[in-house]
C-alpha cells in the first residue's frame, strides 16, 4: 500500500533559525514528490515539484531534496519567519501509465514559529 | 489569490438538508478536483474531472454528488449528510488532464459542519 509519513508531526522554532522536515514514502513506481505549505483556513500552496531525477530544487528560502534510492525527502527552510508558521505538506505521485495516476498525501507538519 | 474560489466558506447544516458547494476557477484550466481534508488525516481526493468528464471517483458515498457543467464551474451537491463529513473541502484545477507535472491550484476551502 503506498503511503506517505512526515515528521515530526509538530515543530515550534523561534524566527530566523533553520528547519527541516522530513517525508518518507513507500509509492511505487515513483513520479514525482511535491511539497505545499497550508495557512490556517486556507488552500494548499505549492513550494516544489521534483522528479526522479532531480535531488535538490529550492525556492527562495525552501530547499527540497530528493533521495530516490532510500525514499526519502526533505524540506530545509532558512531564516524562518512569522509567516512560515503553517502546515507543510508531502504529496508523492506514482505513475501507472500515460495520464493515470494517484496522489498519496502525507498528514503534514504543523510548524509554528515564535518571535 | 489562486484563481480559484470557493463559495461558501462555512457551512452549517442538518443530516437532512440538502445543499451545494461551488468552485470556480479563473486560470483557463481544464482538470479540476475535489478534496475532503479532515482533522489529524491526510487529504482524500474525491472526484477528479477532465474536460468536463469524470475521470476519477475514490469511492465516495452517493450523498456526495458532483457536477461539473463547464471546465470553469465545479459542484459538490450534498444531501443527507452524517456528521462524520464534516471537513474542509477543498476544490483544485490543474492545466491539463491529470498527469505528471500538472501543478494544482488550490482555493481556499468551504468549511463544513453536519449537525
Known amino acids: 500500500k503506498n503511503q506517505v509519513e512526515q515528521s515530526p508531526q509538530s515543530l515550534i522554532i523561534l524566527e530566523g533559525k533553520n528547519c527541516t522536515l522530513q517525508?518518507?514514502?513507500?509509492?511505487?513506481?515513483?513520479?514525482?514528490l511535491r511539497w505545499y505549505k497550508q495557512d490556517t483556513g486556507r488552500g494548499p500552496v505549492s513550494l516544489t515539484i521534483?522528479?526522479?531525477?532531480?535531488n535538490t530544487k529550492s525556492n527562495g528560502r525552501y530547499t527540497a531534496t530528493l533521495d530516490a534510492d532510500t525514499k526519502q525527502s526533505s524540506l530545509h527552510i532558512t531564516a524562518s519567519q512569522l509567516s512560515d508558521s503553517a502546515s507543510y505538506i508531502c504529496?508523492?505521485?506514482?505513475?501507472?501509465?500515460?495520464?493515470?495516476?494517484?496522489?498519496?498525501f502525507g498528514k503534514g507538519t504543523l510548524l509554528t514559529v515564535n518571535p | 489569490e489562486t484563481g480559484v474560489t470557493q463559495t461558501p466558506r462555512h457551512l452549517v447544516m442538518g443530516m437532512t438538508n440538502k445543499k451545494s458547494l461551488k468552485c470556480e476557477q479563473h486560470?483557463?484550466?481544464?482538470?479540476m478536483y475535489w478534496y475532503k481534508q479532515s482533522a489529524k488525516k491526510p487529504l482524500e481526493l474525491m472526484f477528479v474531472y477532465s474536460l468536463e468528464e469524470r475521470v476519477e471517483n475514490n469511492s465516495v458515498p452517493s450523498r456526495f454528488s458532483p457536477e461539473c457543467p463547464n471546465s470553469s464551474h465545479l459542484f459538490l451537491h450534498l444531501h443527507t449528510l452524517q456528521p462524520e463529513d464534516s471537513a474542509l473541502y477543498l476544490c483544485a484545477s490543474s492545466q491539463d488532464s491529470p498527469g505528471t507535472l500538472n501543478e494544482q491550484f488550490f482555493g481556499p476551502g468551504t468549511r463544513l459542519t453536519v449537525l
Open positions: 486560470l483557463g484550466h481544464n482538470a
Open positions: 504529496v508523492v505521485s506514482d505513475m501507472r501509465g500515460g495520464s493515470n495516476y494517484k496522489l498519496t
Open positions: 521534483m522528479t526522479f531525477s532531480e
Open positions: 517525508c518518507n514514502y513507500t509509492v511505487s513506481p515513483f513520479s514525482n
